[in-house]
């Protein structure tokens, strides 16, 4: 890889500095329950500027100059980023703003499972079940609007995944086996 220069590193969109997920079931006398939490932390944000300051015919939208770290102290949804730390560079030139410089909110989820089976005559069961998918209804909120040249810079407008989805289940076995 000598004489390869890396022109532009950073983190790639996809990248999670921590991602965890747990599954855990358990099963009592004719009871069962299971859960699985999700949880990573946000993905990376690239700050970038539409107005083409380079003056090239780009491929892609251009990345601003930046003149400080661009991290909020108290990000809320309305100030996730610090507009103050970026400006668009100065014409004719590429913006010094690195790729995936920030971190969008981080993700976590819950879904739950709760049954019981339930013996009736000969060998008959019925079996009752909630399906709770992001059980604590939390919302996960979406990556910050970063372009600098947008009046929603650094808020927050979008939610990811679904809200609270319950599913009732029930269920008739028959594990009487047929003679012969």
């Known amino acids: ?11 790639a969109d996809w990248s999670r500095a ?3 997920r747990a599954i855990r079931r358990s099963i009592w006398i004719a009871e069962s329950s299971c859960y699985a939490l999700t949880a990573h ?3 990376p944000i690239t700050v970038v500027d539409s107005s083409n300051p380079s003056l090239q015919a780009s491929h892609s939208t251009e990345r601003p100059n930046r003149i400080g770290s661009g991290e909020v102290e108290h990000p809320t949804l309305e100030h ?18 690195g790729i995936g410089i920030l971190r ?3 993700y976590w989820n819950l879904d739950l499972s ?17 399906e709770l998918f992001n059980a604590l209804n939390h919302p996960n909120f979406g990556p910050p609007q970063a372009n600098i040249q947008s009046t929603a810079f650094g808020t927050i407008t979008s ?3 679904d809200a609270r989805i319950v599913q009732l289940v029930v269920k008739y076995e028959s594990t009487s086996a047929s003679g012969t």
């Open 1 to 11: 890889m000598r004489g390869i220069p890396r022109a532009d590193p950073g983190s």
């Open 18 to 20: 921590f991602s965890s």
């Open 41 to 43: 932390t946000g993905y």
């Open 80 to 97: 996730w980023i610090d507009r103050s730390a970026f400006v668009s560079a100065p014409l004719g030139q590429f913006g010094n703003s």
């Open 104 to 106: 969008a909110p981080g």
């Open 114 to 130: 709760v049954g019981k089976r339930v013996a009736s005559a000969g060998g008959q069961y019925v079996l009752f079940r909630a």
């Open 159 to 161: 939610t990811v995944g």
